[in-house]
């Protein structure tokens, strides 16, 4: 089974909430909180998202995060990537046919067809946005809470 790690789904959540807060800081306790996340993994994301450029943090007693950028530029591979690293659903497809981490990678007869598969998978989260995911009807015009006050931009 395919599955996000609990990193990427709280990546998701966090820069979900953010893009609907629009400009205004969010602190980490307050997203931990409105979806009852785990605070140190989820400040441990929420810092990888700043250094990838996806977030902005606001120092401070009020401070917290906002998007560093529009829903609509923050890509689900790109997201996973910061977080995790590239996105890959086998190792050996991507980025490298030959990983030898991979006992049987020489003669292995799927690993051609796991590279193309991973090739089209990797396009479609690249073509995925943050803007995507909150455009759900449920979602739309709904002011996330835990909202504190306009970032300064």
């Known amino acids: 089974m395919f599955t996000l790690t609990k990193k990427t789904e709280y990546a998701l959540i ?3 909430h953010l893009a609907n807060a629009g400009q205004n800081i969010v602190s980490a306790r307050d997203m931990a909180e409105a ?3 785990h605070l140190p993994l989820l400040m441990n994301v929420l810092k990888k998202l700043n250094r990838g450029g996806i977030l902005r943090s606001v120092r401070g007693a009020r401070g917290g995060y906002t998007l560093a950028m529009g829903p ?18 086998v190792k050996c497809a991507l980025p490298q046919p030959d990983d030898p981490s991979c006992e ?9 067809p796991m590279a193309k598969i ?8 690249r073509g995925v946005t943050v803007a ?13 809470k835990g909202t504190r006050r306009t970032a300064a931009r």
């Open 72 to 89: 609509k530029q923050i890509s689900l591979s790109r997201l996973i990537e910061v977080v995790e690293g590239p996105p890959r659903l």
């Open 14 to 16: 966090a820069t979900c």
């Open 132 to 144: 995507d995911l909150t455009s759900d009807d449920r979602y739309r015009g709904k002011r996330a």
């Open 35 to 37: 979806y009852g996340a």
């Open 118 to 125: 991973s090739r089209r998978f990797g396009g479609f989260l």
């Open 104 to 112: 049987i990678s020489g003669g292995c007869p799927v690993s051609g």
